[in-house]
């Protein structure tokens, strides 16, 4: 049975040529963690390091829950996203009206972890808001 990207859909490779430019190097597989582990005071690359958690309960309820994805997908689109200058100092005031702003760094990190949050409800309402301008165009 073919296994499938969770976002581009492409049948994916479990074969070798991990990010080399090839279709099957494009195609690899790999696992992603919808809420990065770091968050939760883990790291997948520094085994035995503890960090201070971010939260200490994942807001969404799925810490630990991963999918699969190719290689692009995973290491080029969701790794990578693109912020423009604009993006920038328009997630700043949404920052500053929520008082997540800072001028010095504080004990704890309260501040940072609502902005992740933000961030996501960002994300996550343009997704809603594009979906819903594609049904009414059909």
């Known amino acids: 049975m ?36 770091r968050f939760f005071g883990r790291s997948g690359n520094r085994k035995r390091t503890i960090r201070e958690r971010l939260f200490e309960q994942c807001p969404w309820g799925i810490e630990g829950n991963t999918d699969v994805y190719c290689y692009e997908c995973h290491e080029e689109l969701i790794h990578n996203p693109v912020f ?4 920038i100092t328009r997630f700043a005031e949404l920052v500053k009206q929520r008082g997540l702003n ?4 504080p004990d704890t990190r309260n501040k940072l972890a609502g902005r992740v949050m933000l961030l996501h409800e960002v994300i996550s309402a343009g997704i809603q808001a594009l979906l819903r301008d594609n049904d009414r165009s059909v």
């Open 2 to 37: 073919a296994e499938n990207c969770a976002i581009c859909k492409c049948v994916l490779n479990r074969n070798g040529e991990y990010a080399k430019p090839t279709q099957q190097g494009r195609s690899h597989a790999t696992k992603h963690h919808y809420v990065s582990e």
């Open 84 to 87: 423009l200058p604009q993006d």
């Open 102 to 105: 800072e001028e010095q760094k």
